[in-house]
């Protein structure tokens, strides 16, 4: 497991007030005085990963408000500076106090547009060619499951063939020192099967085993001077969409068994049974007794009351559930976080799945998760895409219980160690969707290397 359960330790009050208001600077200096001094380990480990912590949180609030302006206003050619602040003031625009100066989030246009209906009205490009395509693809897929007349579980397999590319940027690391890279590979699951390897760049790789939950594809290559470092795979495999007729009064209570047991615990950092989110699940469940009902009620509360959102990096987040049940905000993994924790808590095993979706029009990485109910066994929940389209009965109700073949899935769990076992703290600790890299000297973070994923068939 990828242990994180240092993120758990609350920072020393000073210290946590100078983060608060944005002076990191005065906050590394009084780290660094803390840590001269005997601490607990938890703590001592938690004090030594803040540094990464504030610099990645550098990285997601990295433009100035000038630059901001000028960036919406490409979207926007009528915008003022009046409402630009307006904006701002009201919460639309995400922005924090950097050591003195406003420090905008880096994905602030998407996020302004997705919550302000005004911004939508005012933006030159109203909708995306592609995206419209995606969206009506997609549909079309859903009609098409829901109309299946198969009494198999998993129908309508698609196979796919994938190009996956992660290119370390140049003088990043020193010439002839050693880059050590993770690329996710497909597992197999419940609905994806028949996974092959076509071919990979460098040859020389370790595969992990094929239900590993986070499954990856390892190599290790030299640097060269003033060369990007390529390392690129190749594989097709099977993707079934599941669509499963539940009859609730059927449904069993779950527990007395290891698999029950397994996915009703915490997960630390992000899957905790803080005080909030216990009241917090009975009040969503109330009096409801029936194990898929009260799964129900914790998806349709989520997608009725979470809105979606671009996030920070899940790196720099104490505990992403919680954050999502508080600030009702949160992108699709949260979402699942969230979703996983409300059912743990109401005794309903729940797990994590995650890879890309995998649309011919529009590719992105994606996270979802899922549910166990006696007799039915594991059942899908994507709360974001259910959240898209609760004002569609008839698509919010699919994506509780059933899911489309638009999936490639690479993880089953969180937080999982990578074979051969990374030294340093990942990118993203929590999933990986977009490759990890590091050397001897550290971890190598996102904006020192680009991916893409390429789907041919």
């Known amino acids: 497991m990828q242990e994180l359960d240092f993120l758990a330790a609350r920072l020393p009050e000073d210290i946590r007030r100078l983060e608060d208001v944005g002076d990191f600077r005065a906050a590394i200096k009084r780290i660094e005085k803390t840590l001269e001094g005997e601490l607990p380990s938890l703590l001592r480990k938690r004090l030594e990963y803040e540094f990464e912590h504030i610099e990645r949180l550098k990285k997601d609030y990295s433009i100035g408000k000038k630059r901001a302006f000028q960036l919406l206003k490409k979207e926007i050619p009528k915008l003022t500076p009046k409402k630009f602040q307006c904006w701002v003031d009201e919460g639309y625009i995400d922005y924090r106090k950097i050591d003195g100066k406003e420090k905008y989030f880096g994905r602030f246009i998407p996020n302004l547009f997705r919550a302000s209906s005004e911004a939508r009205a005012l933006r030159k490009k109203k909708t995306d060619k592609k995206d419209r395509s995606a969206e009506n693809l997609l549909n079309a897929q859903i009609e098409k499951i829901c109309r299946s007349q198969s009494p198999e579980r998993y129908i309508l397999p698609v196979k796919r063939r994938i190009k996956m590319r992660v290119s370390l940027k140049p003088n990043v690391i020193p010439p002839g020192e050693t880059v050590r890279c993770w690329l996710p590979f497909p597992r197999m699951a419940e609905q994806q099967t028949v996974v092959n390897l076509i071919s990979s760049s460098p040859p020389k790789h370790i595969l992990a085993p094929e239900d590993y939950p986070q499954r ?46 397994k996915y009703t615990v915490e997960h630390c950092p992000h899957i905790l049974f803080t005080p909030y989110l ?20 914790i998806y349709d509360w989520i997608t009725h009351n979470v809105k979606y959102a671009l996030a920070c990096e899940y790196s720099t987040y104490e505990n992403i559930s919680e954050y999502v049940a508080t600030n009702l905000k949160g992108d699709c993994g949260m979402q699942a976080l969230l979703f996983i924790t409300l059912c743990r808590l109401n005794g309903i095993p729940s797990r994590w799945q995650s890879g890309w979706y995998v649309n011919r029009f529009k590719v992105s990485p994606h996270d979802w998760s899922q549910f166990y109910v006696k007799p039915y066994g594991w059942l899908f929940a994507d709360a974001s895409f259910g959240g898209h389209r609760v004002h569609e009965p008839k698509l919010h109700k699919f994506y509780f219980g059933n899911i489309d073949n638009l999936r490639l899935v690479c993880n089953g769990d969180i937080q999982t160690q990578f074979i051969p076992p990374k030294k340093y703290v990942r990118s993203d600790p929590v999933d990986n969707q977009r490759g990890e890299l590091e050397w001897e000297k550290g971890n190598i973070y996102y904006d020192k290397f680009k991916y893409s994923l390429r789907v041919f068939t």
């Not at 290559?221 to 007729?245: L, P």
């Not at 216990?278 to 009620?297: D, T």
């Open 216 to 261: 990856t594809i390892y190599f290790e290559q030299r640097v060269e001077d003033a060369k990007h470092t390529v390392f690129e795979i190749e594989y097709d495999y099977v993707i079934h969409a599941s669509h499963t007729g539940v009859s609730p009064d059927k449904v069993e209570p779950c527990g007395g068994d290891e698999m029950c047991d």
């Open 278 to 297: 216990k009241g917090l699940a009975r009040e969503i469940v109330g009096k409801e007794k029936n194990p898929y009902y009260k799964a129900w009620k």
